[in-house]
């Protein structure tokens, strides 16, 4: 069998009693790539990856990872699938990439996502859509799109996307992936393009439970070069691996399981629900009543902080230039032809939203319905260790067809963007399928700082059910 | 509150977005739709609630006044389109 379809713990494993070496699992990506990459383009970017040269006794070393194209790595292209960012090769390393390659890990591609992460389904991409490994007519989700179709797909072994309303999450679920948004301040935003910057988190997407802790291990911590990272002690997330959850109170809040959602991903949620239930979880409803606002609040706040955070882009210290004879006139005529559509949509709406009569009408009143909604979550926690819900209403939408309809396209975020306004962390793992054999995710959210109560209902779930190991037919 | 032809305009000048007239025109129509929505917002009762801009019970973070290496500037300039020197070039402000 192809190296490329293993987890890191099967090729450590084989890495270890020295049945392959590290040359082979490149080798044998490469020819997955070759043979599925035309077929769901998933990579923005691919050049030749370099080995750590460093001895490391990590779990890590020579395992190739793919890196979300808005994540800075030293003298490789990082475009955020802009062509206002064309050509662009940072002079430095984000703080997770320098903390993968101490690991001995091989930084292997950059992976398409929507322009600078706006958008629920990698179509709003300079390089074009990817396709989605279980239906080449399907969206991947997104934005961290070919994060997940390349570990779906497996044309990566693991890789590192970015969460800002769901842009992991969703897009693990759509291609049967695990997902995790980490607690806002775990992981350090050193060197991520920022979309923004009060929900933003880095994550990693892999092919299973323990694959995901085994990165937590690595891109963790607190960084001075991020002055939201917080210091606080990392666990061995690998210890919370646990195939247990007898006792553990798990809360299903009323408001998510209302009109909207898909038939089959209801039954879906509903027999996970029923299998924790036998393996030992106390069931109980809770209620997050400040739902419905959640989609509101999470486009006046993110689109007011990426205007701000994109001003940057103005043709004069990268990317791309387009002539003119005045400042004014080459900044505008550089931003016209740099941003896509739903970049200057969204550029336009948060600078609207913070405009001279519209700042306290929209703004401010966003933050403080933020308030409530982050408030829900602290009292929901005092009945509950953690909460499960869909991670989307429905599975994988066709190409195009929400392209047209941006409202749409935003309200299908209603489970993951309340997760982001309260800054607490939450995975998404594969829990079944539709009748057209297209993957449905289950969301697991708990307490700030807790992802160990999440590796650990995730990997109770995983260990006994069998949907993690079921892969595309491409 | 709907948003005008007029209030866009203003906006994309604001933020240095140069519009076209279908470009305008289709905004104006997506933002309205989209500002419809948000104005939901307005129902929600807000009188006793304090902003919650970041999570974090974080105020100033301070760091020590010490001298650290930074990019050499040549690595730093590598990308700008155009430069001069070790200046990053841009077009005539003053006449």
Known sequence: MSLAKLSIIQLREKLDKSEIKPSDIIADLKSQITKIEPKIKAYAHLEEAAFSTEFKSSLLKDIPIAI???????????????????????????TVIQKLKSAGAVIFGKTNMDEFAFGSSTEHSFYGPTHNPWDLTCVPGGSSGGSAASVSAD???????????????????????????????????????????????IGPLTKTVSD????????????????????????????????????????????????????????????????????GAEIKEISLKHTEYAVSVYYIVATAEASSNLARFDGVQYGLRVKENSLIEMYKATRQDGFGKEAKRRIILGTYALSHGYYEAYYLRALKVRTLIKNDFANAFKECDCILTPTNPSPAFKIGERLSDPLTMYLSDIYTISVNLAGIPAISIPCGFTKNKLPIGMQLLSKSFNEEMLFRVAYTYEQNTTWHKEKPKI | MAISKKDLIHVAYLCRIGLDEAELDSLTKELEKIIEYIDQLKKVDIKNTSPTSHVLPLKNVYREDKTIPSLDPKEVLQNAPFKKDNFFKVPKVIE
């Open chain 1, 68 to 94: 979300k194209d808005n994540i800075c790595v030293k003298g490789q292209l990082t475009t955020c699938a802009s062509n206002i960012l064309t050509g662009f090769r940072p002079p430095y390393d984000a």
């Open chain 1, 155 to 201: 044309t990566a072994i693991c890789a590192l996307g970015s969460d800002t309303g769901g842009s992991i999450r969703q897009p693990a679920s759509f291609c049967g992936v695990v997902g995790l948004k980490p607690t806002y301040g775990r992981v350090s935003r050193y060197g991520l393009i920022a979309f923004a910057s009060s929900l933003d988190q």
């Open chain 1, 212 to 279: 995901n802790a085994i990165l937590m291990n690595v891109i963790s911590g607190y960084d001075p070069k991020d002055s939201t990272s917080v210091n606080v002690e990392v666990p061995d997330y690998t210890k919370s691996l646990i195939n247990d959850i007898k006792g553990i109170k798990i809360g299903i809040p009323k408001e998510y399981f209302v009109e909207g959602m898909d038939s089959d991903v209801k039954k879906a949620i509903l027999e996970s629900i029923e299998l924790l239930k036998k393996l």
